[in-house]
């Protein structure tokens, strides 16, 4: 059944004109403006593709854009689905199984998070190297999965060396602070407590989101390489902590964006 939902999806999309992206691009929270750089051919809201899902955040656009960037064919997810949207693990990770079917060789993935390492600060970048499923589920838990490739997923190394090696040098070169490190990713919708962050600091992590991590998973699962990047859009510290702006939150994610997309462009067109 799932198989078939696939390519029932698959063969639509490739009806309407994706036939041969070469990267799939996920847009986080308040990161949709690199879709201003691609050369658009073929723009679908989600609600009109089988079996999708409907981003219901605000901040999500909700829309599936086919073009040209950095002289490569791309397909971008401008809107991500969560598990806080009352969706299942399978939908939540529908748009990278999709992407995968149309034909895609890497995948590269941003978000909004929130910084657990205090010497990160507002409007810095995080390389992610590894990560810690706190979602409490993994999206290769159902009946079959096995037959989309191996069940148990190695994951020693589940954001690619190279992709990340690329994008550091990027960053040297065009003097953009990207830091490395552990990103967190937490069920949502609600922030976390003190004693949340606490805990968080304890387990190591640099970053805290509430996404990226079911996509990731799901990407070693079909052995497509992949890098991520978040955009630190809060400090969290516990012994210091604010009341939630999420206005705030949304327009320091829209002011480190151009990093972002720096390194993204530039990173395309060596792939």
Not at 29 to 44: A, F, H, M, P
Not at 132 to 160: E, H, R, V
Request: some cysteine; hydrophobic content about 40%; proline content about 4%.
């Amino acid at each position: 059944m799932k198989k078939q939902q696939l390519q029932e999806t698959k063969q639509y999309l490739q009806s309407k004109g994706i036939t041969n992206p070469q990267i799939g691009i996920v847009l986080g929270t308040g990161l949709g403006k690199l879709v201003d750089y691609l050369t658009i051919d073929v723009e679908i809201p989600y609600a009109e593709i089988p079996y999708f899902p409907e981003a219901t955040v605000e901040f999500h656009s909700g829309k599936l854009i086919y073009g040209t960037l950095s002289g490569k064919k791309v397909v971008v997810m401008s809107g991500r689905f969560h598990l806080y949207e009352g969706y299942n693990l399978w939908e939540v990770t529908y748009g990278i199984r999709t992407m995968h079917q149309l034909g895609i060789s890497t995948l590269l993935v941003s978000n909004a998070a929130g910084a657990i390492n205090l010497t990160y600060k507002k409007g810095d970048l995080m390389l992610i190297d590894d990560h810690i499923n706190l979602q409490g589920s993994s999206p290769l838990a159902f009946k079959g999965s096995g037959t989309f490739g191996d069940l148990f997923a190695d994951m020693l190394a589940p954001y690619d060396k190279n992709i990340n090696k690329q994008l550091k040098a990027i960053a040297k070169k065009n003097d953009i602070n990207l830091h490395e490190g552990v990103y967190a990713s937490v069920v949502g919708p609600q922030l976390e407590t003190r004693a949340e962050y606490r805990m968080l600091q304890i387990l190591e992590a640099d970053a805290v989101g509430m996404s990226t991590v079911p996509e990731i998973i799901v990407a070693k699962h079909l052995q497509l390489p992949c890098a991520a990047i978040s955009v630190l859009t809060d400090e969290c510290d516990p012994k210091n902590l604010q009341p939630v702006n999420i206005e705030e939150i949304i327009a320091i994610a829209g002011k480190a964006e151009p990093k972002m997309i720096a390194l993204f462009t530039e990173l395309i067109k060596t792939i």
